[in-house]
């Protein structure tokens, strides 16, 4: 990461002095002051007169030159010249207003504060509302549920749903940081620093990839966020010292480590109990692919940071070992087991238990570097094969409008297809954009020649299955999403279970079952329309984010503080389900606030997202 450059802030200081305003005269006498001859003429009195008598007469040809703007003393745009043609222009002009001088740390604050520029002031102020919508989230929580893991706002109180280590504060805290709302780092990092270390423990039972992605996570990015790494962002000066941040985050990995080491195989168990620092399998023995390979961002910046390899050894054993494994077109069933090391079952999806596998392999890849020639190329060659296996077995279109989507295979490649796709799927779309250009601009990356025939085909499908995404909210009364949609294909049809909105084209391609009506103010779709527009600018991905806020802000907000998830989304008004999701803050709102803001802030060339949207940052760059 970047390290102080060569010079002090006295040096800083100086630099900046040298640009304050000085009238002309002070430069004028200044100039002569420090001239060569000073030494020679101004110690004798013929000398000093000589020098009086030169500035009297510059003087009176400036007071002359600026009397009458048609005198020939002037010439176009003001000039000021000699008759003989001698300019004066070079010597009168005024020196350069040249911007102070930042030091690279005070640099670095100043644009975080500002979180970049956003020139356009419809986006700016879409951005506050995001902020502010942050702000009501977190007020509802704190005032009924401060320390618990969630809040349930219709009543009124806080559940410990994940281990009861305060997720809700450790999930939001990199999110206020980037949208600068200093008063809530204060709090969130007050309550890590007073309470955390004490839950960790005393706490039981915990499930290693949700404490690791929003835990673990959450502290490693607030670490590196408040400036861990020698200042490397400096977000805010609100909260405790970086280093806080980290020792908490190193405690809660050396009890995680025990999922890892209690296991016989590379695959680690899924269940800890933390106070004891020991690990069991979960009920049935079997752990989940997705769980067990999306642990590794966090692990390896952890390494990174504190100097020990054991983290990064022990969780990327797990990846090494997948490699080694017998796939279909590079993808996966979504049960592992920990016992016996081997993939158990076909069922295969990019939905719950498979989803972030997939997103891992590029994102491991790119934080290690992104480099084809490095120990991690085996990554980059994982997650190629397996978007072909994506686009091969998985991709189909939607009748009768053609939409493009992802669906699902219950009983192997040999098995019959199912139309069926979790909204969990809908990360795809921003994970291929992703892969295809490496986080720069779909423009500069053209322009560079970096995109191979495979990437554009990767670009295209994210920019389909991201319009899929979009309308399973258009399609619904209330705007929102299902958690589980159905395409109509061919050879799948079921009649009366439309969205709600009749007026959507999409109406008769998006099948809704009763059982799957509800929304859990998800991000997938948003953190899509984030990526996608980051990388080909193209507005509409903004426009359609505002419209998804909006539907937030109408259909899941509480009077008394927080927001809701949702029974039913095709029915207005939606029956609530009392529950705040720790990812509404982690996640959902950071995406949005992203997707309104500046290309600077995070940037993607610079930094990967983990799967609950805490960014670390990409190494060797």
Not at 122 to 135: E, G, L, M, S, T
Not at 375 to 394: P, S
Request: one cysteine or more; hydrophobic letters at 35%; glycine letters at 8%.
């Amino acid at each position: 990461m970047s390290k102080s450059l060569p010079y002090s802030v006295k040096d800083v200081h100086y630099d900046n002095a040298k640009f304050r305003h000085r009238s002309p005269l002070k430069v004028l006498s200044q100039s002569l002051l420090t001239l060569n001859t000073k030494r020679d003429y101004a110690s004798c009195s013929t000398g000093k007169f000589l020098i009086l008598l030169l500035v009297f007469g510059i003087a009176c040809l400036i007071l002359m030159g600026t009397k009458n703007p048609d005198d020939s003393a002037l010439n176009e745009k003001g000039k000021v010249t000699f008759v003989g043609g001698l300019r004066l222009g070079r010597l009168l002009r005024k020196p350069p207003r040249i911007p102070p001088r930042l030091s690279p740390d005070e640099g670095q604050l100043k644009d975080s504060a500002t979180n970049g520029s956003n020139s356009d002031p419809k986006w700016a102020a879409r951005q506050q509302c995001v902020k502010d919508a942050f702000d009501y989230a977190w007020s509802g929580y704190r005032k009924f549920a401060m320390g618990y893991d969630e809040l349930m706002p219709i009543s009124q109180r806080g559940v410990d749903g994940l281990g009861g280590l305060g997720a809700t504060v450790v999930d939001a805290l990199d999110t206020a940081m980037i949208m600068g709302h200093g008063h809530i780092v204060s709090e969130a990092g007050a309550w890590v620093e007073a309470h955390l270390l004490e839950r960790i423990s005393q706490k039981g039972q915990v499930n290693l990839f949700e404490t690791t992605i929003r835990v673990l996570g959450g502290l490693l990015s607030a670490y590196h966020l408040s400036g861990g790494e020698h200042g490397a962002m400096n977000m805010t000066h609100d909260g405790p010292k970086p280093d806080v941040y980290l020792n908490v985050a190193k405690d809660l990995a050396d009890r995680l480590l025990s999922a890892f080491n209690s296991s016989p195989t590379a695959v680690p168990y899924s269940d800890v109990i933390l106070r004891e620092s020991t690990a069991h399998p979960a009920p049935g023995g079997m752990s989940s692919t997705a769980e067990v390979a999306s642990v590794q961002l966090e692990f390896n910046y952890l390494s990174a940071v504190s100097g020990d390899p054991k983290y990064s050894t022990e969780a990327m054993k797990v990846l090494a070992h997948i490699k080694t494994l017998p796939k279909t077109k590079g993808l996966v069933p979504i049960y592992i087991s920990p016992q016996s090391g081997e993939f158990v079952g076909e069922n295969i999806r990019l939905g719950s238990r498979g989803d972030s596998y997939y997103e891992y392999l590029i994102k491991v890849w790119l934080q290690q570097g992104g480099k084809m020639n490095s120990n991690f190329t085996y990554l980059h060659d994982m997650y190629t094969e397996a978007m072909k296996g994506v686009r091969h077995l998985l991709v189909r279109k939607s009748v009768p409008k053609g939409l493009v989507f992802v669906g699902e295979l219950p009983y192997g490649s040999k098995g019959e297809f199912s139309p069926k796709m979790d909204h969990l799927v809908c990360f795809l779309p921003g994970t291929l954009a992703l892969g295809a250009t490496k986080g720069l601009t779909k423009e500069k990356a053209l322009a560079e020649n970096l995109l191979s025939f495979e990437d554009l085909e990767n670009l295209k499908l994210a920019e389909d299955l991201a319009k899929a995404c979009f309308e399973m909210y258009e399609v619904t009364a209330t705007g929102l999403a299902p958690e589980i949609a159905y395409f109509h294909t061919e050879e799948y049809s079921e009649d009366g279970l439309e969205g709600g909105n009749k007026s959507s084209v999409y109406a008769k391609d998006i099948i809704i079952k009763h059982a799957d009506r509800h929304n859990l103010l998800r991000p997938e779709t948003v953190e899509s329309l984030f990526v996608l527009y980051r990388i080909t600018k193209d507005t509409k991905y903004r426009d359609q984010g505002w419209q998804i806020f909006e539907a937030f802000e109408k259909y899941t907000k509480v009077k008394s503080g927080g927001y809701t998830s949702l029974d039913d989304v095709t029915e207005v008004p939606p029956h609530r389900r009392d529950k705040m999701e720790t990812f509404f803050l982690g996640e959902t709102l950071k995406y949005l606030y992203l997707l309104f803001g500046d290309d600077s802030v995070i940037p993607l060339d610079k930094f990967v997202f983990n799967t609950e949207a805490h960014p670390l940052p990409i190494r060797n760059t």
